[in-house]
């Protein structure tokens, strides 16, 4: 697992540095708009979805690099969607990733169009991978847009919201994890993936994997909201408790929720299974992701 | 005129049919999102954007249904901008295109995220486009996202917000009209020409026509919020002096605005040779636009 954490952090460096350089500089004209943009991107985090669509890329036998601008292109969508997040008419959260939202520091108006501006730039930087013979740019674009749209990452948002104060049917509470977080670690690797120029059977895989996975990060999300403080999630705490979510703990209880992610994590590994040893890293990741204490 | 009110009226039904074919049906799950995203884009309006991306489709030798994907995409991405644009913490509007604006309807949280989910959705309609020889989808998400993006649009919204109340300089009121209005406007007939299948040549006509066609009609618009009342805009009149935005008309006063809207018109003219008789729709609309009272 050292070995493994090495692995990690030098894979967020080397993101860190393409989206310092990808981003526009924070002089550039509106200032304020570039720099709430870059201090919402910039926070550090753990970088798991690019991380995730590197890993894939590898798996499918490319490179890191071949993957590059795909994976800044899922941290900058999944960036506006935490700006948007913690607006005051959404979460409205004050401590993100450790630092002030990004509202907090550069007011609501602005940090609603940093967010705008990060998905646009997400669709840009997207139409920049090189494109293989089995994947056009168009095929990555429509990966990315489903994902993130009305019918899986914004619907999830709605659900999400609206689910508030009400006691979830676990059914609904599974559609809203699928949507909300599921849907765009799926895109991650998937785009990873065609990055790579993956067959049909790799892609195919890569799905799978992402959908486990996904469900199973949210439901350690869960029960690290309500089992962790602040100071060690760079976010508040227990503010799924606070805002009346329904969670996995809650429905299900925290032992029960454990097992439900172990069972995904295994699920997870089954569909790695095509990639043989080229598979390693993901692996490594979803367990790693089941272990997790933060 | 009374002939381009038909071609006009005919094509902004053409679009209006598609996109409520194209758009997620009202009770698809979570109904709320997408009834607020057909509230909005469904609402009328003139179409002013697809109209153009078909008429320069046609400029260059193509067809309205060649450049269909891209029309509604342009429309869903100029609709999210109201959308987002009308929020409280942004203009605090009540009324737009004559009906109750989508936070008023479905809230604050779910208008956000139906503005988001038109974005995503407006790159997702782009890729469908049949693409053409010298233009790819690359190429079209490109124009689309750096049009819409932190440099274009999206910064012209934030230089607006942060120009209330100060005097601007005519130099910084243009800049702020040409990103917040030309750019979309340019990528609107960009984005029809190379669905057509555009020459360098004529995208470089296109180019320019979008330019000076979209500050012309931003003149124009600024003229109108201080001569024609509300129920003759389908939105708040006076908007612009009640949130003390400068204005071509304060700057420089109506009638060298008129002068000045005027002498963009012959300058998209211009641009439109190229063409040959294949520009007259093209013409006709920047004509219209410049006598329109509404």
Do not use: N
């Amino acid at each position: 697992m050292a070995d493994f954490k090495t692995y990690l952090s030098e894979r967020a460096q080397f993101i860190d540095v393409l989206l310092d350089q990808w981003l526009p500089a924070a002089e550039t004209r509106p200032a304020s708009l570039h720099q709430a943009m870059r201090h919402s991107v910039l926070a550090g985090g753990k970088r798991l979805r690019p991380v995730l669509c590197m890993a894939a890329a590898e798996a499918c036998g490319g490179t890191k690099e071949a993957a590059s601008f795909a994976a800044c292109a899922v941290e900058c969508l999944h960036t506006y969607t935490l700006i948007h997040d913690d607006l005051p008419c959404m979460d409205d959260d004050d401590l993100r990733r450790g630092r002030p939202t990004c509202h907090k520091v550069y007011g609501e108006a602005v940090a609603l169009l940093a967010g705008d501006a990060l998905q646009a730039l997400s669709f840009e930087l997207l139409a920049k991978t090189q494109q293989g013979v089995h994947h056009s740019h168009g095929d990555m674009v429509t990966e990315l847009a489903r994902a993130s749209g009305s019918l899986h990452l914004v619907g999830g948002q709605v659900a999400d919201v609206e689910g508030e104060g009400k006691e979830l049917a676990l059914e609904d509470l599974r559609y809203i994890h699928e949507s909300k977080t599921a849907a765009l670690l799926t895109a991650s690797v998937v785009l990873g993936g065609m990055a790579a120029d993956a067959t049909k059977e790799q892609l195919q895989g890569l799905r799978e994997f992402g959908a486990a996975t996904g469900l199973a990060f949210q439901i350690i999300d869960d029960i690290l909201d309500v089992t962790q403080p602040s100071e060690k999630l760079g976010k508040s705490a227990g503010k799924d408790v606070a805002s009346q979510k329904s969670t996995y703990p809650a429905l299900m209880g925290i032992e029960a929720s454990r097992a439900e992610a172990q069972r995904l994590t295994a699920q997870a590994h089954a569909a790695l299974e095509v990639f043989g040893p080229y598979g390693k890293r993901l692996r490594d990741l979803v367990d790693y992701l089941l272990a997790r204490d933060y």
